[in-house]
């Protein structure tokens, strides 16, 4: 029996994601496929690759030697691979993307668009979910995440930052006596984002800059998973909302927000590329990376208002 080199890069993927399922899920297999084609590059070679057991998987003494030497292999390859491609002037392969729904429709959508005219022989798969999703579980290249990142073994680019403002409609602001401090937050009807704020707390810069964040205690009266459903319950006069700005800057200059406390800044967020950390980033990969950072480059479009009409 000989080895096959499907096999290899199966085997490769089981121990660089720490089991057969996330490699499955990867790879876009069934567990039972990966399962044989390790179990069949065992028999070819005549050695045991891996310890299993009913938790996980881990590589032997002799697997972890041939996991490294193939790996090396393999990484020459396709270096060699895409040292071609850049001669030739293309990119080729498949990009599988997750990122926040609101911030993919309003704004990463056409910068994806212009990005797969420049490279037509690239394939894309989009995943829009305001969630974390794992991406070596769900077989991600990239994730576009917002706010402030946990601490986590992944790579993150900061794209740019991300202001928020606090706003409502002129409606409620006529209808409500608008609060003149921070605290007086407290005391109003305010609109917040479920994946971000369980605790229903609004966090300001600090003052001064080397103090803690300054916070306070919210009054919740509708909670939503998504930004533009945010924005909307605000310009429909319903409560206070804390919207970035790549969201509310247009209702803004628009007149159907207005911003309430404009001397007071809500922390920031940060916008990231993230992708898993391995040895050699796909060139497709770094290629968008660098794509995305030179349109956004630290001056976000959404605040590149006409002279006059900056919002906050």
């Not at 070819?44 to 590589?59: F, H, I, K, M, Q």
Request: aromatic share 6%; hydrophobic share 45%.
């Amino acid at each position: 029996m000989t080895w096959r080199f499907d096999d290899v890069q199966t085997f490769l993927r089981v121990v660089e994601t720490g089991g057969v399922t996330a490699a499955a899920a990867e790879l876009k297999l069934s567990k039972s496929v990966v399962s044989k084609r390790v179990s069949d590059l065992e028999d070819a070679l005549g050695v045991a690759l891996l310890r299993r057991s009913t938790r996980n998987v881990s590589p032997t003494e002799q697997g972890l030697l041939f996991y490294e030497q193939m790996r090396d292999a393999l990484l020459t390859m396709e270096r060699a691979v895409e040292g071609v491609m850049d001669r030739a002037g293309s990119l080729k392969g498949r990009l599988h993307i997750t990122a926040p729904m609101s911030f993919a429709t309003l704004h990463l959508g056409p910068m994806l668009a212009d990005f797969a005219a420049l490279h037509p022989g690239l394939q894309f798969a989009v995943d829009l979910d305001d969630r974390m999703l794992d991406l070596a579980g769900g077989g991600h290249d990239l994730a576009i995440r917002i706010g402030r990142l946990p601490d986590s073994s992944l790579i993150a680019r900061k794209l740019c930052l991300s202001r928020r403002v606090v706003c409502c409609s002129p409606d409620y602001a006529r209808r409500k006596s608008l609060p003149t401090s921070i605290a007086e937050i407290a005391t109003h009807d305010c609109i917040d984002y479920a994946n971000a704020h369980a605790s229903r707390l609004w966090q300001f810069l600090p003052v001064p800059p080397d103090m803690r964040p300054r916070t306070v205690a919210t009054h919740s009266r509708l909670v939503a998973n998504n930004g533009e459903v945010m924005r909307d319950f605000a310009i429909a006069g319903l409560g206070l909302a804390i919207l970035p700005l790549f969201l509310a800057a247009d209702a803004i200059r628009a007149g159907r927000l207005i911003q309430v406390l404009p001397e007071e800044s809500p922390l920031p967020d940060t916008i990231y590329a993230v992708y898993p950390p391995t040895r050699h980033v796909p060139q497709r990969v770094r290629a968008l990376v660098d794509y995305l950072g030179q349109r956004l480059n630290n001056a976000a479009p959404w605040e590149r208002a006409p002279a006059g009409d900056e919002p906050g």
